[in-house]
């Protein structure tokens, strides 16, 4: 199940005759490792390790400010939110066996599942929760998940194993915000110091920056999982020592193989390549507030001069899914619409904008992977289009210094969410992550609407509404859906591919096992 | 003699004080500011301003510099802001590791570097010459990320599959705790130092067995072996010292890209995670420890060439 859309990908990627090609040959000439061994049927015991991208000096265990890949990666070992995303993007009960709106949905009761306990074997209460979300929504410390609970009004203890969040204004969508890895239930007296959470691993030791330890929960609440009797996960910074370490078996499995390198590690027998489609997006960012991004005839140019079809396989060796301007692939009211090339049309806009010669400097970093060749294709895109795109590059530090949502004309990377959620994160103006500086009346009515309306039908109208309008005057080029391609040694059993753009499974590494 | 030595440790420690300025100076200019890059895209403006009064950030200059330099000389290092916790104790451990690093390198690397150059030197114009020469040339044209990616290709992943390719130390665990580990780190920095110094024994002794008195020593009728330990080989030990400092001296350097190639957790992959991090006290302490190191070595070179140098050596009258 797992290794054959990988070996038709490689197919694919070899028919497709990339300049990868030489070293594929030369690889598999000197030979992989010995035979394949295969995962077989789900087994019990056995280490597995995990090569996970990025991390460094300032790790955390906080369940509730994981920055890097190494922190949620611990975040999702350790705890475990009430509700979560499973493979396919839809809502699941964890901690929580029910999540359920009031009438009016301006309030929502959680019932924690029957016999549910932390890793000291005490029980997840009530008064756990609640003290759980006062930690996340400290205002004297906010984590980073608090900015979406500005309508959380209070939150109470309602029965033996039920917890109430009312709320300021009806939000039919409130269990998606729980649903997120950085609102992992803690116990009430929780110190970091001694990371306690209900998830499949219990946490040993590590060392920042470097490595982690963590060993079976015994006291699982689902059957049989984790699989494993301990987890390693282990950072790195650099792509080509994770990927030696895979090839060289000093670990089973690594998040993140760069897209251009899939071909070359898949051609190993002994590994398996593990490709995700995501709703993860790589967006350019367009400031509409300042010129001449404030001509909404020049943003749908630039939108035009996008040849997103050659930028998915340029930039993602073809490894993604071409987008049109709009995020949220995977919500059910997603529009998809079209938009093909037009540098004619693009043109004419420009012309009509009185900027038939427009010169722009994109600022573009290394954020994520493919985020500065997006920018290298654009810009020789642009020059078709008698676009002058000059490219600025500074390190991601720089990015996210206090410029971080000043840059006029730059990028950004997203996971994969629903679109009012989305919309609540990157584009109100309340929204903590407005990089384009959005703030369009008719488009914040209809999100205000949508986030309160309980008519699941006319809701429904209202987000592809408010789509419409962001693929008609928004500050966004969307270009593409990055896949997301993992890889471990073909011994390593039960990671399945997963949307929500986190990699391995979700890092959810209780579903693995190792055969031996 | 010693007035010569004492001159020279006095202006070291010159270079140290103002290689510490151009340090300090370096870090200021570094873009963007550490409170935000510690918080990443989850900075908010609260808690950037929070941790900004943590670090002591709206401090002036030069008040920050003489506090750091003062912590310096007691030994205080300054707190890391992105572990929160004082910058030796993120160190220590790594430099115990780059430092096991360099030490084998320069144990392994010295002697074995040496007696090939002296075998070359004897053995001018024959074929075994010619051919350490050309792969010493070609090897020291090479960067060490090369040699290190050769090397992990050769024996760890694609051709053989008998050493690890990258260090991974359980937590707590310490890096000798597997010393396979340390092989092909150890092996890279080595083939990088080795040449040069292969090079320029070889040039240095074959200059002194051409020389006057190696000849006058050979015509007296001296056994060859006595001639070369005796007459030929002190004087190559000034220039050869040199060399062989200069590339030690690199090696401080040098071992932060072998560091990011196999992920050894030495000071230099603390760097490169410190810049990126913007964790200015971290990148100070580091950059003045590998300074330090170079200036450290340097002295000793240039204390050997005084004492292996008979004119100085006879000179200043004493020593003897």
Redesign the interface.
């Known amino acids: 199940m797992i290794s054959t859309p990988a070996a038709s990908f490689s197919r694919r990627r070899l028919l497709a005759g990339a300049a990868g090609l030489g070293a594929v040959a030369l690889l598999a000439g000197c030979g992989g490792p010995a035979a394949a061994r295969d995962a077989g049927p789900p087994r019990r015991g056995g280490v597995l390790r995990v090569g996970v991208t990025g991390g460094g000096a300032s790790d955390t265990l906080d369940p509730h400010s994981p920055a890097a890949n190494p922190d949620i990666a611990r975040t999702l070992s350790l705890y475990e939110p009430l509700v979560h995303w499973d493979d396919a993007y839809t809502l699941q009960p964890a901690v929580a066996e029910a999540v359920r709106p009031e009438p009016g949905a301006r309030a929502w009761t959680a019932t924690i599942r029957a016999g549910i306990t932390f890793h000291d074997g005490r029980p997840v209460t009530p008064d756990d929760v609640v003290a759980t979300f006062r930690r996340i929504t400290d205002p004297d410390d906010p984590k980073s998940g608090a900015s979406q609970f500005g309508i959380l009004d209070d939150i109470v203890v309602a029965g033996d194993r039920e917890v109430r969040f009312e709320l300021t204004e009806p939000s039919p969508v409130f269990d998606q915000y729980l649903a997120e890895y950085s609102c992992g239930i803690v116990p009430a007296d929780f110190d970091v110091e001694n990371p306690i959470g209900t998830g499949a691993f219990k946490f040993e030791s590590w060392s920042p920056g470097q490595q982690s330890a963590f060993v079976r929960h015994d006291g699982y609440w689902r059957p049989d999982e984790p699989y494993v009797d301990r987890l390693e996960l282990i950072n790195f910074s650099e792509d080509d020592a994770r990927i030696n370490a895979l090839l060289s078996g000093q670990v089973d499995a690594i998040d993140q193989v760069p897209l251009s390198l899939t071909e070359v590690v898949g051609s190993y027998e002994s590994i398996r390549l593990l490709t995700s489609e995501t709703g993860a997006w790589l967006p350019i960012t367009m400031r509409v507030d300042v010129e001449p991004f404030d001509d909404v005839r020049v943003r749908q140019a630039l939108r035009l001069i996008a040849g997103r079809e050659q930028m998915v396989n340029q930039v993602l060796s073809g490894l993604g899914a071409p987008a049109v301007d709009l995020y949220a692939r995977f919500d059910p009211e997603y529009l998809d619409p079209e938009r093909e090339q037009d540098l004619e049309r693009a043109r004419d806009l420009l012309s009509a904008a009185g900027r038939p010669n427009l010169s722009l400097e994109l600022v573009t970093s290394p954020i994520q992977a493919g985020t500065v060749e997006a920018a290298q294709v654009y810009a020789t895109q642009a020059r078709a289009a008698g676009v002058e795109i000059g490219l600025r590059r500074v390190d991601t530090s720089t990015f996210f210094s206090d410029q971080y949502l000043q840059w006029e004309f730059a990028q950004s990377f997203w996971n994969t969410r629903n679109y009012i959620p989305q919309a609540s994160q990157s584009s109100m103006p309340e929204a903590p992550f407005n990089e384009t500086h959005w703030e369009d009346a008719e488009y914040q009515g209809v999100i205000r609407r949508a986030r309160s309306e309980l008519d699941a039908t006319a809701r429904a109208a209202l987000v592809r509404r408010a789509q419409e309008i962001e693929f008609d005057r928004g500050g966004y080029l969307i270009w593409g859906f990055p896949d997301r391609v993992d890889a471990h040694q073909a011994y390593v059993g039960g990671l399945v591919p997963n949307r929500t753009g986190l990699s391995l499974s979700g890092y959810e590494f209780r579903k693995a096992w190792v055969s031996a | 003699m010693t007035k010569m030595i004492l001159k020279r440790l006095l202006v070291s420690l010159l270079v140290l004080l103002v290689v510490s300025l151009l340090i300090f100076a370096a870090t200021l200019l570094l ?3 550490p409170a ?9 403006p ?3 301003a ?1 941790l900004t009064e943590q670090l002591g950030l709206d401090r002036p200059a030069w008040e920050r510099y003489l506090s750091w330099l003062g912590g310096v000389v007691t030994g205080d290092l300054g707190f ?4 929160q916790g004082p910058v030796s104790e ?1 160190l220590g451990g790594r430099i115990a590791a780059s430092a096991l690093l360099l030490v084998l390198t320069a144990l392994i690397s010295t002697p074995v570097a040496l007696a090939l150059g002296a075998w070359a030197a004897t053995r001018r114009g024959t074929r075994t010459d010619s051919m350490l020469s050309g792969s010493s040339l070609v090897l020291a044209a090479l960067p060490e990320f090369v040699i290190g ?1 050769l090397l ?2 050769l024996f ?4 053989l ?1 008998i ?4 260090t ?5 665990e310490p890096v000798w705790a597997r010393p396979e580990q340390l092989v092909l780190p150890v092996l890279t920095l080595a083939l990088v130092v080795i040449p040069y110094v292969v090079r320029m024994t070889r040039a240095t002794l074959s200059e002194a067995l051409d020389a006057g008195f190696v000849e006058m020593a050979r015509l007296k009728g001296l056994p060859e072996r006595t001639v070369l330990v005796r007459h030929a080989v002190p004087h190559t030990i000034g220039p050869v010292a040199q060399v062989l400092a200069l590339q030690l001296a690199w090696l401080a350097g040098g071992v932060v890209v072998v560091e ?4 050894y ?1 030495g000071i230099g ?2 760097l ?3 810049v ?4 200015v006290q ?1 990148v100070q302490a580091i950059t003045l420890i590998i300074a330090a190191f170079y200036v450290l070595v340097n002295l000793a070179a240039d204390v050997a060439g005084i004492l292996a140098d008979p004119r100085i050596r006879h000179a200043s009258g004493g020593g003897a």
Do not use: C
């Open positions: 873009p963007g500011d935000r890059a510690i918080l990443g895209q989850q900075a908010t609260e808690r950037v929070a890391s802001a992105a572990t993120l990616v992990v290709v760890a992943t694609s051709v599959q050493l690890p390719s990258v991974i130390a359980r937590p707590g990011f190639l196999f992920r957790p992959q603390a490169i995670d410190a990126a991090n913007r964790d971290v």
